[in-house]
């Protein structure tokens, strides 16, 4: 099994800055895409930023140019940098991975996700 573990939230003034981190941890062969994913109350999930294996990066729109993702291989960890924060990016922020783990002479690969950080931009 594959556990990620968030941390980095927390309440922070309009035009601040909050660093998120993911470490990944368990029976993990290799590691391919990561994403941090956020959700606002009564609002669906959805993706702020990826990062591929290889380093190729995707944003959405409200948040190119502020945030910035990254990865570390070698720590199985994936950060999410954030500049310039505003109340609407005040939401629950979820890491997301793709392992491959290897039992029993299998190789298998699933999508994993965090318990969630919140994060939480003040006016």
Known sequence: ???????????????????????????????????????????????????SRGGSTNYEDSVKG?????????????????NSLKPEDTAAYYCQAEAVTYFSGHFNLNEYWGQGTQVTVSS
């Open 1 to 51: 099994q594959v556990q990620l573990v968030e941390s980095g939230g927390g309440l922070v003034q309009a035009g601040g800055s909050l660093r998120l981190s993911c470490a990944a941890s368990g029976t993990i062969h290799s590691l391919g895409a990561m994403g941090w994913y956020r959700q606002a109350p009564g609002k669906q999930r959805e993706v702020v930023a990826s990062i």
């Open 66 to 82: 502020r945030f910035t993702i990254s990865r570390d291989s070698a720590k199985n960890t994936v950060y999410l940098q954030m």
